[in-house]
């Protein structure tokens, strides 16, 4: 996985443990849960967009 997070496709922003989960998520091929705008720019990945709403108070 970490060799596989040096070597995405197309650009992603410099952040490794970012990397890493997508590199994680490619391999595994799952998709990601997040509400990083950063992650969910990056088209590489299959993602779930978590509600950005606070979970605070919900229950």
């Known amino acids: 996985m970490v060799i596989e997070s040096t070597r ?11 990397q890493l989960l997508v590199a994680t998520a490619r391999i595994l091929e799952i ?3 997040t509400r990083d705008a950063k992650l969910l720019a990056y088209p590489h990945v299959s993602k779930v967009v978590i509600d950005p709403k606070p979970l605070i108070g919900s229950l």
């Open 31 to 33: 998709s990601l849960f």
């Open 8 to 18: 995405l496709p197309g650009t992603i922003h410099r952040d490794p443990a970012d």
